[in-house]
């Protein structure tokens, strides 16, 4: 168990609808990063947020948007759903914001759009 | 674009057996790392590897980043290693991982 929890674990949802996803990172840890997993894109990072601001943005569309919230927990929100969304949606944590400190992985949000 | 490679896509190694998986990359980087990710879907950092060589355990990670690419060394390798293995380089503020080297370990 990393100390990294994500909800929900599993999300099915229709196209054009909008999702939020949960992440709370490890204690003490006050940055976040969101990636995302699909079969044809691979992994790629979304953005990353420190002590609530963003820190680093990465292939993230303009449909999503996250933030970091004071108590430290983040969420991403997707909208106007599309079916290459589908995929599963990391969140990771570290102690400080350099992009390559030691992150501690959630166990993933598995979205499927249909 | 920037480009990161790794070799080989997959390999299927008997039980106590060493590999060597191979992580190219395009550009000068900043920071390279070494992901693993288990058959259940769990990422763990494994190192944290700009340059030179690190040794954790059975495994060890040398990078040569004048070359631009950096080795992941698994000994005795164990079922338990089996997944993917992921390099992921930072350049600028930027972070891409490589499409990855599935590993399986057969008893």
């Known amino acids: 168990d990393s100390g990294v929890t994500q909800t929900p674990k599993h999300l099915i949802t229709a196209t054009g609808q909008r999702v939020t996803l949960r992440c709370s990172p490890r204690?003490?840890?006050?940055?976040v990063y969101w990636y995302q997993q699909s079969l044809d894109q691979g992994l790629q990072f979304l953005i990353q947020?420190?002590?609530?601001?963003?820190?680093a943005k990465g292939n993230i569309l303009e449909r999503f948007s996250a933030q970091q919230f004071p108590d430290l927990h983040s969420e991403l929100n997707l909208s106007s759903l599309e079916l290459g969304d589908s995929a599963l949606y990391f969140c990771a944590s570290s102690v400080i914001p350099g992009l390559m400190e030691t992150q501690y992985f959630g166990p993933g949000t598995r979205l499927l759009v249909l | 674009g920037i480009q990161v490679e790794q070799s080989p896509p997959d390999l299927i190694l008997q039980e106590g057996a060493n590999s060597t998986l191979r992580c190219n990359f395009s550009?000068?980087?900043?920071?390279l790392q070494w992901f693993h990710q288990n058959p259940w879907g769990q990422l763990i950092n494994l190192f944290y590897?700009?340059?030179g060589t690190k040794q954790n355990g059975r495994l060890s990670a040398t990078t040569v980043a004048t070359e631009r690419y950096s080795l992941l060394y698994i000994s005795s390798s164990q079922t338990t290693d089996s997944g993917v293995y992921f390099c992921?380089?930072?350049?600028?503020?930027?972070?891409?991982f490589g499409t990855g080297t599935s590993l399986t370990v057969i008893p």
């Open positions: 992921a380089v930072v350049i600028g503020n930027q972070f891409y």
């Open positions: 550009d000068s980087v900043n920071n």
């Open positions: 590897i700009p340059s």
């Open positions: 947020y420190y002590n609530g601001e963003e820190r």
């Open positions: 204690s003490g840890d006050l940055s």
